[in-house]
């Protein structure tokens, strides 16, 4: 039995390991991220999430695990911003807001799925222009869903989360724990 991790983000690398979770491999699913026409930001996530997991060949008795985390303000869909000025486009929406950071988990054990959505309530303080230049200009935005990094300078602009700090970065600890578990996985605690 292997453990891998559908997912080329670091920061789930890193959460997994804070977790005490060490991946036998690590594969990046290269899949077409780009939203339905008219779909809402959940039913997105939660498809994204099973199209990385389909994406990740894997032996009978691997355990595969794979998330997507996308930034949602009501209706809208936030993604990773292409450029600099998509992601100030981003931060000037969310500026002084509240949104939702969603992260969708999904697991795969030979024919058997787990699957698991985490929902953070995030404020983020109203940006002064220097703020957005400034933070666009360290270049942190970039591959960043909403175009900012809780965990980083982005961490400057948010007074208020209702949920959970490592389901904004990527990866929500306790459900991931949970659903390895479920799995099967076993690891030292
Ligand atoms: C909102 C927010 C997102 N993010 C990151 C987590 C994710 O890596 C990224 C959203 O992109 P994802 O498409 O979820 O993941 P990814 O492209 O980095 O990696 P892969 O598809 O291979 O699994 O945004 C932060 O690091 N901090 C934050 O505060």
Known sequence: MRL?????????????????????????????????????PRPYCERVTRAKLDAIASDPDDIVLVADTTVALGRRILGKPENAA???????????????????LAVRRGAQHWARTQVTAVKMKRLSDVELNDYLASGEWQGKAGGYAIQGRGGAFIPWIQGSFTGVMGLPAMETAQILRAAGLRWDT
């Open 4 to 40: 891998i991790l559908g997912s080329g983000s670091p920061r789930r690398k890193e959460i997994l390991a804070g977790l005490g979770i060490i991946p036998d491999a690590v594969i990046a699913a290269d899949i077409d991220e780009t939203p339905q026409k008219g779909e809402l």
């Open 86 to 104: 998509q992601a100030a486009e981003y931060l000037l929406k969310l500026s002084g807001r509240r949104h939702n950071v969603i992260t969708a």
